[in-house]
């Protein structure tokens, strides 16, 4: 009898310890938003519930929240993902008055034409040493252009595809629900369902990547400057951005889920 009291009072002792915890832990957590800093062409937003409202410059997204753009070329939306350092207001994304420059660890999203992109998850935990942010992004449709500053080691930066997930860590990169996985700078860890499995492939610096044909090349010229552009833009004001392919790719240690595709 004794040691069964005894067992139970150290499971309720052990419980207690991991919900003391586990309310730490959500007291350091917070909610992330993602802020719509430039817009070209139209665009729309849904809470997850089907009823679209227009999006416009200075919305600000959260969690659930899906966004779309136009079906016309050139169409775009900007989003500075905030969590970390916020961005300020200068003339650099977008054009004239009021444009927004970002923060020298602020992440950005341009999200292009015909595409429609899920924010599933945007959060950071304090954890005294450093900010460990956890992104959680759903490409359902079209392309998505970003621009991922240093994360911790700890912090995690995920953009769904059809096919896979590709795990993002300092890179300046552009994704397609075509399959398609190109990287200006860094690298991008893409796992990817096939017939016979999940594949893992490193995609890194001046790479271009088919997840349907496993084929590895470099970046088309014309995309290439694209992806300078874009990551020129969203540089702060003292940084200079320099491409290189000697680029340093941490092993990576994340186990992937796929969901099995239908024949």
Known sequence: MKQTRSLVTG?????IAMAMAYTVAAQNMTQGTAKVVHIKGNARYSLGNDVWEPLKVGTILRAGSVVQTEN???AYVDLALYGSEGGGFAA???SGRGAYQAGSSQNMVRLMENSQL???KLSTMQTGAEAVTDTQLDLKK???????KKLSAASKYEV???????GIRGTTYLLTTDGMVDVLDGSVVVAYQTPSGVVTQVVSAGQSFNTNTGQLGTIEPGLMTELEHFATMTQPPTGVHVFT?????????TTYFISPTSP
């Open 245 to 253: 392919t000697e680029t340093m790719i941490a092993v990576d240690q």
């Open 118 to 120: 899920a924010i599933d």
């Open 72 to 74: 016309k070329a050139g």
């Open 92 to 94: 650099t994304i977008g």
């Open 160 to 166: 769904k595809l059809p096919n896979g997930v590709a």
């Open 142 to 148: 079209g392309r998505v252009m970003g621009n991922v």
């Open 11 to 15: 499971l309720v002792a052990c419980g």
